[in-house]
């Protein structure tokens, strides 16, 4: 089984900052993670997947990190916007499996107020 | 093709009614899966398909949620004699299975239930 836990659970912070977003799973052996936005209601946005043999992905202001070997990854948020306030999710399948399933965080949510 | 699409948005029904849920995936994508969220909670698996064979199936399924996907395109859920506990958001997702490991899952806008 694998087990997902994100830090911090919740986060408010002014309009600008840089944000670190932790996520960390029990089961290392992981072919890829997955990076998810939902806005209170919604369905979920894919955000960025980074596979096992790469360590970083980027897409804009949004910057992932992987490190297997300690079962981490990070969510870097550049110069955040009120547009930015969401719960993000990170996704991860079983060790050592290619088939669906995912085991999800409970997420962090973010609230950037102007 | 817009995205993965479910239907209905959302969904109010009495205790001991049944309901039924639609997933159209994204039209290339092989394979689909069924998640349930709770507030405050990430989505947890229910089941997947590979074409139309259902795969798996999480232990949260139980004898009275059923998952068809008879043509390897679409999707439904049911759910019969619905319980106040089955109160949540229903999330479909696609992917393709190119045989090089899961690639990227696409999240549709999910079904809200709630039994009253």
């Known amino acids: 089984k694998q087990e997902v836990t994100q830090i911090p659970a919740a986060l408010s912070v002014p309009e600008g900052e840089n944000l670190v977003l932790n996520c960390s799973f029990t089961d290392s052996a992981i072919y890829n993670l997955q990076w998810f936005r939902q806005d209170p209601g919604k369905g979920l946005t894919s955000l960025l997947l980074i596979q096992s043999s790469q360590r970083e992905q980027t897409s804009g202001r949004l910057n992932a990190s992987l490190d297997k070997s300690s079962g981490r990854s990070t969510l870097y948020i550049a110069a955040s916007q009120p547009g930015d306030s969401a719960t993000y999710l990170c996704?991860?399948?079983?060790?050592?499996?290619?088939?669906?399933?995912?085991?999800f965080g409970r997420g962090t949510q973010l609230t950037v107020w102007p | 093709d817009t995205g993965v699409s479910q239907n209905p948005r959302h969904k109010i029904t009495k205790r001991g009614q049944n309901v039924t849920f639609r997933c159209d995936p994204i039209s290339e994508h092989n394979r689909l899966y069924w998640y349930r969220q709770t507030l405050g909670q990430g989505p947890e698996f229910l089941t997947y398909?590979?074409?139309?064979?259902?795969?798996?199936k999480s232990r949260l399924l139980s004898d009275r949620f059923s998952a068809e996907r008879p043509k390897g395109s679409f999707s439904t859920l049911e759910i019969q004699r619905t319980e106040q506990g089955d109160s949540a958001m229903y999330l479909c997702?696609?992917?393709?299975?190119?045989?090089?490991?899961?690639?990227?899952?696409?999240f549709g806008q999910g079904t809200r239930l709630t039994v009253v």
């Open positions: 996704a991860v399948p079983l060790g050592g499996s290619t088939l669906g399933r995912l085991y």
């Open positions: 997702a696609s992917s393709l299975d190119s045989g090089q490991g899961r690639t990227e899952a696409f």
């Open positions: 398909f590979q074409n139309e064979a259902q795969l798996e």
